[in-house]
């Protein structure tokens, strides 16, 4: 059973991720109209800075989630990589109680109240003078600190199937 549950998250991860990498071709778009508007016909537009600004973050963000299941995130390991698989699995699973899902959970928390009020108080942005509504941004923001602590969760079941049953999942 734990071993669909994982299969589903990694699946999930990976469908988002690839669709979010698609959103780097609107941003690059979006840019380079910018970028003839404002230099070429000298008329710069006043939406471009957010676009590119919510895409990237967008890109960014929901691309995490992806990122951590196939093992990609930065990792600085003096030790970590001499250490036997079961070790680096231990390892990883204090790693993701003492730090990981604290922080997570805290984060998906307060993004969810954020996007709420953001929502309820009809925020705009101030970055510019077209001033679009901030809550769609600020719930993919939610949306992808919820996959990557799912994400996390598949990790961690992995974990500790390689750290005590001592097999890789």
């Given amino acids: ?11 999930l991860s990976g469908w988002v991720g690839n669709y979010a990498a698609w959103l780097i071709l609107p941003n690059v778009l979006a840019l380079v109209y910018e970028f003839i508007a404002r230099y070429l016909l ?12 919510f ?39 204090c790693g993701y109680l003492v730090f990981f899902f604290p922080v997570m959970l805290v984060l998906v928390y307060a993004g969810i109240q954020f996007a709420i009020q953001s929502f309820e108080m009809g925020e705009k942005s101030g970055l510019s003078p077209w001033r ?4 769609p941004y600020k719930a993919v ?8 602590l799912l994400q996390g969760i598949a990790e961690f079941i992995r974990n500790i199937y390689q750290g005590i049953a001592r097999k890789e999942m």
């Fill in 1 to 11: 059973m734990l071993r669909s549950v994982v299969k589903a998250i990694d699946a």
């Fill in 141 to 148: 923001v939610v949306i992808a600190l919820f996959l990557l």
């Fill in 132 to 135: 679009p509504y901030l809550y």
């Fill in 42 to 53: 000298g008329s710069p537009t006043i939406w471009s800075y957010e676009v590119t600004y």
């Fill in 55 to 93: 895409l990237y973050g967008s890109h960014f963000l929901l691309g995490a989630a992806y990122t951590l299941s196939i093992r990609s995130h930065i990792r600085i390991d003096i030790f970590y990589h001499r250490f036997s698989p079961r070790k680096q699995a231990i390892v990883d699973l």
